[in-house]
């Protein structure tokens, strides 16, 4: 299986302030990497897909990059409703994984 | 719009059986793969399994690979996952999620509520 490893597990930000997210993939995915943010209580909603095509209806501040194994989720300036948990996941082959979850928090 | 419904979670004993079921409206089911997705209380994401847009192909988690079962019927624009041998451990909130593809396994673009099995004595 391809193993998802996301930093850090959970951050401290405050409204406004620009935060990056990694995630590394155990081995190669090319693009096949989404991201995902989770509201306590509520399925998670789909933000990025092909590490950097934002999904319709997302907002612009969120914007991914990367390929290979190394991957990013930069909120550009980071609005009251955003302070929840994010999740990478590829799906490079026929066993998608996810990545562990990063917390953001209000500091 | 896109709506995805899960039910037959709730309360089973260890080694006992679960059907879960997930209706499907808004968009051509017989077009997409389908998943469901599982979450342990305070925990993160876990795949569990995936089906094809005519069920043709199927695929599990190792960690349940021999105990759940996907199927689906396109006919009733429903989803189902038969979980026998159940563990404490498989105590989750159980997605439903649609593929964005038909047969490749990609993103999930749309999820149901989920719905909350736990595994006691």
């Known amino acids: 299986d391809i193993q998802m490893t996301q930093s850090p597990s959970s951050l401290s930000a405050s409204v406004g302030d620009r935060v990056t997210i990694t995630c590394r993939a155990s081995q190669d995915i090319i693009n096949s990497l989404a991201w995902y943010q989770q509201k306590p209580g509520k399925a998670p909603k789909v933000l990025l897909y092909g590490a950097s095509r934002l999904e319709s209806g997302v907002p612009s501040r969120f914007s991914g990059s990367g390929s290979g194994t190394d991957f990013t989720l930069t909120i550009s300036s980071l609005q009251p409703e955003d302070f929840t948990t994010y999740y990478c996941q590829q799906y490079y082959n026929d066993l998608p994984t996810f990545g562990q979850g990063t917390k953001v928090e209000i500091k | ?121």
């Open chain 2, 1 to 121: 719009q896109v709506q995805l419904v899960e039910s037959g979670g709730g309360v089973v004993q260890p080694g006992r059986s679960l059907r879960l079921s997930c209706a499907a409206s808004g968009f051509t089911f017989s077009s997409y793969g389908m998943h469901w997705v599982r979450q342990a209380p305070g925990k993160g994401l876990e795949w569990v399994a995936v089906i094809s847009n005519d069920g043709s192909k199927k695929n599990e988690a190792d960690s349940v690979k021999g105990r759940f079962t996907i199927s689906r019927d396109n006919s009733k624009n429903t989803l189902y996952l038969q979980m026998n041998s159940l563990r404490a451990e498989d105590t989750a909130v159980y997605y439903c999620a649609k593929d964005k593809a038909d047969v490749a396994v990609t993103f999930f673009d749309y999820w149901g509520q989920g719905t909350l099995v736990t595994v006691s004595s």
